[in-house]
């Protein structure tokens, strides 16, 4: 059974400063997809990442997929009340083209 | 701008009672996903569809049935529901290889 483990849970910071969240896995995936989700809200997506070491950046967001494919990382530079939210990391299936979320990290940055 | 649109938005039911949710898609997609989110576990797929007249269990598809009669909808039923189903439902559609695209969610309580 295919498994992504994200760290941490919950993160609370100040406004200004910088976080790193992961997502881990034993597992190879073919793609890899960050998500945010607001209260009352879908989850939208913020990346998709698919090559081995791919690195992405969407403003201050920098998304890393590893090596392997195995897991990858989210880093938020200075944070703002606006980055405020759920984020899930969702991998695809190397084989059957399943998706498996993770369980999330939730993020709170205080003004 | 429709996206993906879910029906109703909250529901409370009786347990016993049966009920059907909508999800609809205006984007042409061939894939279509129910999951429920509860705090701590994520988001867990329920049954999905790969195309017109076709379902699939998903992770979790006990008590829950699901019909895909038209591409752009999809349904998913309890018959007799049980406090356990209380959860937030969501809808999602996409393509091959694609990421989803998610609806604003069912909010259920069974009494």
């Known amino acids: 059974t295919q498994l992504l483990e994200q760290s941490p849970q919950f993160l609370s910071i100040q406004e200004g400063e910088n976080l790193t969240v992961y997502c881990n896995s034993s597992?190879?995936?073919?793609?890899l997809q960050w998500y945010r989700q607001e209260p009352g809200e879908g989850p939208v997506l913020l990346v998709t990442?698919?090559?081995?070491?791919e690195v992405k950046k969407l403003k201050r967001l920098t998304f890393q997929f590893g090596d392997a494919r195995k897991d990858s990382s989210l880093h938020i530079t200075a944070a703002q009340p606006g980055d405020t939210g759920l984020y899930l990391c969702?991998?695809?299936?190397?084989?059957?083209?399943?998706?498996?979320f993770g369980k999330g990290t939730r993020l709170h940055i205080l003004p | 701008n429709a996206g993906v649109t879910q029906t109703p938005k909250f529901r409370v039911l009786k347990t016993g009672q049966s009920m059907t949710l909508l999800c609809a898609q205006d984007?042409?997609?061939?894939?279509m996903y129910w999951y429920r989110q509860d705090p701590g576990m994520g988001l867990r797929l329920i049954h999905y569809?790969?195309?017109?007249?076709?379902?699939a269990k998903g992770e979790v598809p006990d008590g829950y049935n699901v019909s895909r009669l038209k591409k752009q909808n999809f349904l998913l039923g309890l018959e007799s529901a049980a406090p356990s189903q209380t959860s937030v439902y969501f809808c999602?559609?996409?393509?091959?290889?694609?990421?989803?695209?998610f609806g604003d969610g069912t909010r259920l309580s069974i009494l």
């Open positions: 969702a991998g695809r299936g190397n084989r059957d083209d399943k998706i498996i």
């Open positions: 999602a559609s996409g393509r091959l290889q694609q990421p989803q695209h």
């Open positions: 984007m042409n997609h061939e894939y």
């Open positions: 569809s790969v195309g017109e007249g076709t379902t």
């Open positions: 597992s190879v995936f073919s793609s």
């Open positions: 990442v698919v090559t081995g070491g």
